[in-house]
Structures are given as structure tokens and as C-alpha cells.
């Protein structure tokens, strides 16, 4: 027989039995429906989160830190004058330090572009602003433009120079009048650009004995730019000259600090093309340094949704197995039933193959419109499920009053082509052990069959 | 003397059932000349259904040899067997056997199905062999929409689908009214007029009418007509003898 002979023969014979067809099929329907709406839901999720990642930190940017050696520890005290507290840090010895030569050395990579180094300020304390008081971590970027970091202006300029500051999409938020009381109103965010910040650093000179004496300077700053939405730090953060915060913390430190010896504490590589961005942080790691990408993070992401999405569609995979068990009792019943009509079409000439492929054919056949049904079915329950959830949580969101989140149940093409295959062979496969006996049947033997 | 086209030599069959064995063949040889119509006459139970089946290929000997034409049907593979059961015979049955889901003409076109013949031309090829047996005008009626005898002739048609040498019938009369009983007579007497060569197993001694040749079977064993008649009349005479009993 011919493939589309055999297709013909297999859906006249199904349309022959419509009722217990239907019936079966429904089994498979209810499995692979259920695959598709929790796989969708496994990749919805996948998707929303990435969504919200892409934002973390651009994906062609390694953030490095010095390395930390395991033997010969020596000790680096810092004096933090915020609250007094005293920060230890382990350095040991043969610790590989962010120093200049560090950086060109790493600039010299290949597949890096720049390589810009970041420094805390330390010693921040409180801003204010016309009344208003606010907060934000003080960086020093090692870059005249910071538009080299990916990053686009939201107004001015993102160009630093001494006494500027380019701030974060946030920070304006962050601004709050203390003489309020609890309850009352917030008033709106500050325009801050074009104004001046004043910062009141802060540090404590220990005298020894647990008492000391604080010390406090009144810092200045002019902001110059406001940075887009980036979704990272960038967001929450001041960024001025790297010389500025170099400045704030020689005087944090009470001593000159020597770039050459202590190195940065923190250092911006930027790759050109993303796919090397994790061998590129991979290199920087073997030179000895700490180095990361979002990439190792939205890897490891992925591989826990890819558990989540294999569990979910292993529910699925159960109740598809269930009809599966269906089919196989629908198919045995049918040879059993059929056996005479069997012993006839050996009879007048079919070969064993040719019955072996016409009861596989139903039992694929019968996979196959189940598993049409399914994935038809799961689709529109993702869409419904989708539609309720949205209403949801856009009400849930209007109330707190923050953007509304995306977690949407997402199908792709590739699910429902998968889905459809995976039912046809579930049914293909629970037919096999009748579709062989059906085969094998002596002809004499099929025809008396009672 | 030239090759029969049928030989059947030292044909035995046994079955098992639970334990007991039953030889429904005990060693039959049987010629079948080409073009012939051979009458299989015999009681009930004497193994002519399992002769019939393993000349058609539809069971295999458990000793001995059947060749067909150049083809030595024992020595067949499965998929050679199924071959020669659609290009080489036309199987009709007592009990008709059609697909009761299927029309008349689509009964007829089955076999072509397997033959690799176009839909059209099976269905145009049917309608002809419907028409032959004088059903033209019920191709499209399920088989309980006609008669026995309707459904009979359906099935000599559909026997003639891929234009067979060799028709065999077990006994195709059997479940038939006389006169519809003798339609079928003429029909398969007309297909052997044709050119072909007919195997007809029946209790129906009118059959012989036709017949160029008649062989006699009592317990899987052939027999001349003389012993055939003696081994009746004893057989009468128990039957006798017990209702004397009574
Ligand atoms: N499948 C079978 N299993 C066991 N015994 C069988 C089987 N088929 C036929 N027989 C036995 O073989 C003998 C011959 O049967 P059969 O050829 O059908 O006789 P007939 O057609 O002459 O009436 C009978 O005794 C019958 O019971
Ligand atoms: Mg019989």
C-alpha cells in the first residue's frame, strides 16, 4: 500500500468507529493539553523573568574584582565613618590587585573594548536639597563619558567632570522631607538637574581606647545628567569623577592612596560581542581575579527553568501516559473485534505489513487528533488563563500603585508542533503490541475467530 | 504427460487441542489440472475446509508439499504467501465474509487496495465484476441490505478483483436457499468456462454437474467413489442402528 493509500484506509476506518474514537482520543486530548498549558507556563514564566533580567546589567559587561589569593593573609583596615564601623578585609599577599598595569593588561584581552574602573565612595552620608534629604551610593566611574557603559541620557549630559554628578533615574525618588510626619503626603520628586547636591561625609577617629571623635565635610555636587532607565544600579546610583571619590576617600582614609599599589576596588570590562562574554569572564577568572557576567546568572536561570518546565511537562507526560494506557486498550479491543475482518484482508491479500501499518495507523491516527484536540485546547486555556491573570494583577498593581508585572503563560510554535508529534508517537507506540499481534495472525486462525 | 497446475503430495495437517491431536490431513495427494473444476466432496469434518485453505495459502501443511503453478506455497516466506493469496487465488467463503460497513462495490474493490490499484480504476474495475454477477444495479447497498444469495455474488466478485487463475469456494452454497444455490453454481460453472480453474468443496451432490473432476475425502484421506458410497452406507447404517436403538 501506498503511504496516502494507507493514510485514506486508517481515517476510514476511525470514521468507521467515531464514537469509541472520540472517546479515546479524549484521554489523549486531557494529556496533551495539560502538557502544553504547564510547559507554557514554565516558558511564560521563563520569559517574564528574563525580561525583567535583560534589565540587571548589560550582557556585554563583566564586572571584576581583585582576586583573593588563598595564602599569606595580610590585613587592610578601612576606617568607615558612616556609623563608626570597622570593615576587615583579608588581602593576601600574592592577591591580584585592580592596579593600572592590572587594567591595560586586561584592556589588552581580546574581544575587550574598555575597561573602566569603579570606586565607592567612602564615608557617604546623607544629601540634601533644598530641605528635601536623600540617599544614593556615591561611584566613581574612570570614564569621561559614560555612555561607553551602554547607558543613554534621560536629560543632560552624561559627560562628568569635577564637581558634576550624571545621577540615576531613581535617585530623584529618593528624595523625602524629613519635617513630615507619618501619613501625610510625599511631596513629588525633585527636578534635580541643572541643581546643586550638597553630601555631609562623615568618619569617626578612633582613639584607641572605644571613644572618639567625629568628623564631618560638606560635600558639592552639580548635576549635569539624569541616566534613562537602565534597570540596573545605575538606577539608585550618583556617579562622579573616579579623581572626586579618589579625593572623598583619601580623606575618608586619613592617607593618600596609591592606584598604583592598592589598585581600584572594582573594574567594568566591556566585551564587544556578547557570545564572549562568558570566556572572556572565564580568562579574567584564570588571571586571578573575580570576574562576573549576568550571563553565568540568566545561565543558571535557565538551567533552573529548564527543571521547572521538564517537572511540569512530566506532570503533563503522566495523564498523556494514562491515554496512552487508553489507546492500547482501545487498539486490543479493536483487534479483538475486528479479528475476522483481519483473517478477510490477509485472505484477499494483505501482507503482514500491510495490516501492521494499517492498526499502527489508527493507533498514530487516534494520538494525532487527540493530540490536535490538546494542544487546540491548551492554547486557548494559556489564552484564558492569560486573560484572567492580567486583569489580575493589573488591579493588584494599580493598588500599589508600581508598573504592572508581566507573567504571562507563553506558547511557542515549536511546544505545540512538539506536543502534536509526542501524541502521534504515544499513540503509535501503544499500538505497536496489538498492531504486531493483529500482523501475525494466522489467516485460517483470524477467519474462524468467533 | 504435462504438469497439473495444482499438485498437493503427502499433505498432512494436525491440530492440537489441549493436549489431544487431531489429523484433520492424513496424507492427501491430489492433482489439480489447469482449467479444470474440481468437486470436494466429503462429510462433515473430514478436512475439506483445511485442504481448501492450505491450497489457498491461508495455513500452512505441517508435512508434506503444494505447488502452484512454479511456486512451492511451503516453501513461501509470509510476505510471499500474502502475494500468491492476491495475484494467484480468489477465496470464496460460506459464511461470505464482507466488511458489513463497507458498500457492495467497495467490498469488490478491496483486494485491488492491496494490489496498488488506482481508487478510480478499483472502483470502475468493480463496478464491472458487480455487473458480471448481475448486482449492478445494489453497488452501493451494505451487505445487510441484500439477500444470501446477493451477498454471495457480491463475494464471487469481489473473489475476481485481481483477476485470479485459481477460484476457490468452501462451500459457497451452503448457506443458500436452492435457488439462489444454483445462481452461484452457474456463476462459478461460467467463471471456470472463462478459463479458469475452479475448487469447489460442497455436500451439494448437483455440483457435480459442472465438475471435470470430483475427489472424495473421509477423515483426511482420499478416496475412490466406490469406497466413499460404502463408508456413507455404513455410516447410514449406525445412524440406523442407534435410532433402532432408541
Ligand atoms: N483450528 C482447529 N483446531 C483444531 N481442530 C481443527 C481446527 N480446524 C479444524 N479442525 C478439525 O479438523 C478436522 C477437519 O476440519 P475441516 O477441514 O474444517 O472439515 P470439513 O471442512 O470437511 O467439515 C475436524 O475434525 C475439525 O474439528
Ligand atoms: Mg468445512
Known amino acids: 500500500m501506498t503511504f496516502a493509500e494507507l493514510l485514506s484506509t486508517v481515517f476510514e476506518n476511525l470514521g468507521r468507529r467515531k464514537g469509541r474514537v472520540t472517546l479515546t482520543a479524549m484521554g489523549v486530548v486531557i494529556g496533551t493539553a495539560s502538557v502544553v498549558v504547564l510547559v507554557s507556563l514554565g516558558i511564560g514564566l521563563q520569559r517574564s523573568t528574563t525580561e525583567q533580567m535583560g534589565a540587571i546589567g548589560s550582557l556585554t559587561q563583566i564586572q571584576v574584582y581583585p582576586g583573593s589569593g588563598d595564602s599569606g593573609p595580610g590585613m587592610v583596615v578601612m576606617k568607615s565613618a558612616g556609623g563608626g564601623s570597622v ?126 571623635e567625629s568628623t564631618r565635610k560638606m560635600l558639592q555636587f552639580r548635576v549635569v545628567g539624569i541616566i534613562a532607565e537602565s534597570g540596573g544600579e545605575y538606577d539608585y546610583s550618583i556617579h562622579i569623577p573616579l579623581a572626586d571619590v579618589t579625593a572623598i576617600n583619601e580623606w575618608a582614609l586619613g592617607r593618600r592612596i596609591s592606584r598604583a599599589k592598592e589598585g581600584y576596588s572594582s573594574a567594568i570590562v566591556q566585551v564587544a560581542d556578547v557570545n564572549q562574554a562568558l570566556d572572556i569572564t572565564a580568562q579574567i577568572t584564570e588571571m586571578g581575579y573575580q570576574a562576573y557576567t549576568p550571563q553565568q546568572f540568566i545561565q543558571g536561570l535557565n538551567s533552573v527553568f529548564l527543571i521547572i518546565q521538564a517537572v511540569f511537562g512530566g506532570i503533563g507526560a503522566i495523564s498523556l501516559l494514562v491515554a496512552a494506557i487508553g489507546i492500547a486498550n482501545t487498539m486490543t479491543m479493536a483487534i479483538l473485534e475486528r479479528t475476522r475482518e483481519i483473517g478477510l484482508l490477509k485472505a484477499i491479500g494483505a501482507t503482514n505489513q500491510d495490516v501492521l501499518s494499517i492498526f499502527l495507523g489508527e493507533a498514530a491516527g487516534i494520538g494525532f487528533i487527540g493530540g490536535l484536540g490538546g494542544v487546540l485546547i491548551g492554547w486557548l486555556g494559556g489564552q484564558i488563563i492569560n486573560v484572567l491573570l492580567m486583569a489580575y494583577m493589573v488591579g493588584q498593581a494599580t493598588e500599589g500603585g508600581g508598573p504592572p508585572p508581566s507573567m504571562t503563560i ?41 | 504427460m504435462p504438469t497439473p497446475f495444482a499438485r498437493m503430495t503427502g499433505l498432512f495437517k494436525t491440530y492440537n487441542l489441549g493436549g489431544a491431536t487431531i489429523q484433520a490431513l492424513n496424507g492427501v495427494d491430489m492433482d489439480i489440472e489447469a482449467g479444470s473444476f474440481s468437486v470436494i466432496m466429503g462429510p462433515s469434518g473430514s478436512g475439506k475446509s483445511t485442504l481448501l485453505h492450505l491450497l489457498g495459502g491461508l495455513d500452512r501443511p505441517t508435512n508434506g508439499r503444494i505447488e502452484v503453478g512454479a511456486q512451492m506455497l511451503d516453501k513461501l516466506d509470509e510476505n510471499a504467501l500474502a502475494i500468491y493469496r492476491r495475484k494467484t487465488v480468489g477465496f470464496i467463503f460460506q459464511s461470505f465474509n464482507l466488511l458489513p460497513t463497507m458498500t457492495a462495490v467497495d467490498n469488490v474493490a478491496l483486494p485491488m487496495r492491496f494490489a496498488r490499484v488506482s481508487r478510480r480504476e478499483r472502483h470502475e474495475q468493480a463496478l464491472k465484476l458487480l455487473d458480471k454477477v448481475g448486482l449492478a444495479d445494489r453497488a452501493y447497498h451494505k451487505p445487510t441490505q441484500l439477500s444470501g444469495g446477493q451477498q454471495q455474488r457480491v463475494a464471487v466478485a469481489r473473489s475476481l478483483a485481481n483477476d485470479p487463475q485459481l477460484i476457490l469456494a468452501d462451500e459457497p452454497t451452503g448457506n443458500l436457499d436452492l435457488s439462489s444455490g444454483a445462481s452461484i453454481m452457474r456463476l462459478l460453472s461460467e467463471l471456470h468456462k472463462s478459463g479458469r480453474t475452479v475448487v469447489v468443496v460442497t455436500h451439494d451432490a448437483r455440483m457435480t454437474r459442472y465438475a471435470t473432476q470430483t475427489v472424495h475425502i473421509i477423515d483426511g484421506q482420499v478416496v475412490t467413489e466406490a469406497e466413499y458410497e460404502a463408508v456413507l452406507a455404513s455410516l447410514d447404517e449406525e445412524m440406523g442402528e442407534e435410532e433402532e436403538e432408541q
Open chain 1, 87 to 212: 570593615s576587615v578585609s583579608n588581602v593576601p599577599s600574592d592577591q591580584k590587585l585592580l592596579t593600572d598595569v592590572a587594567l591595560r593588561e586586561l584592556a589588552e584581552l581580546p574581544g575587550v573594548t574598555a575597561v573602566i574602573p569603579q570606586e565607592y565612595a567612602q564615608g557617604g552620608g546623607m544629601f540634601s536639597f533644598e530641605g528635601l534629604e536623600g540617599w544614593g551610593n556615591t561611584v566613581g566611574i574612570g570614564v569621561k563619558d559614560m555612555s561607553v557603559l551602554g547607558l543613554t541620557a534621560e536629560a543632560g549630559t552624561l559627560e562628568l567632570s569635577h564637581g558634576t554628578a550624571v545621577i540615576g533615574h531613581y535617585v530623584p525618588r529618593n528624595f523625602f522631607d524629613p519635617r513630615q510626619r507619618m501619613g501625610q503626603e510625599q511631596p513629588e520628586p525633585p527636578d534635580l538637574l541643572g541643581k546643586q547636591l550638597t553630601q555631609t561625609l562623615e568618619k569617626w577617629t578612633d582613639d584607641g581606647s572605644g571613644g572618639g
Open chain 1, 410 to 450: 507563553y506558547t511557542p510554535l515549536w511546544l505545540s508542533v512538539f506536543s502534536l508529534v509526542f501524541a502521534t508517537l504515544v499513540g503509535l507506540l501503544s499500538g505497536l503490541y496489538p498492531a504486531m499481534r493483529a500482523a501475525t495472525l494466522v489467516p485460517v486462525t483470524a477467519l474462524k475467530y468467533e
